[in-house]
């Protein structure tokens, strides 16, 4: 957090300090607990964003978290959740039946296994 103090400091120069302090003060831990929920790219996203910060003063704790929540990285298609069919109820209680019997030793044949219902 100290990094994106001092980055702020020489994005907005001497109003960023005469309005928020250094480093270790009560504002900087105010700003680090409510940056603490999120991630280190999002973070880097906002203070990218502050280069082209044109306004006279500095951003509140507020428009600088908005700006920080406003980044929502790109996620390729394949790395994407996406719903995933769930089996009826007694189709799970057929697998672990046959999970038992495997772990008493008994193994089922594969017709068993192909049997019990589930996704092929």
């Not at 109003?15 to 003060?25: K, L, S």
């Not at 504002?27 to 991630?39: K, N």
């Not at 910060?53 to 390729?76: C, D, H, N, Q, Y």
């Not at 719903?83 to 799970?92: K, Y």
């Amino acid at each position: 957090m100290v990094t994106v103090w001092e980055r702020l400091g020489e994005s907005c120069g001497q109003p960023f300090e005469n309005n928020f302090g250094v480093a270790g003060g009560g504002a900087f831990l105010t700003w680090t607990r409510a940056l603490s929920g999120h991630s280190e790219t999002s973070i880097r996203a906002a203070l990218d964003l502050m280069r082209g910060w044109e306004k006279p003063f500095p951003p509140t704790l507020g428009e600088f978290a908005g700006m920080v929540r406003s980044f929502r990285p790109a996620i390729s298609p394949d790395r994407q959740i996406t719903h995933q069919h769930r089996a009826a109820r007694d189709v799970g209680d057929k697998y672990l039946g046959l999970m038992r019997r495997i772990q008493r030793g008994d193994y089922p044949s594969e017709d068993e296994i192909r049997n019990a219902g589930g996704p092929t």
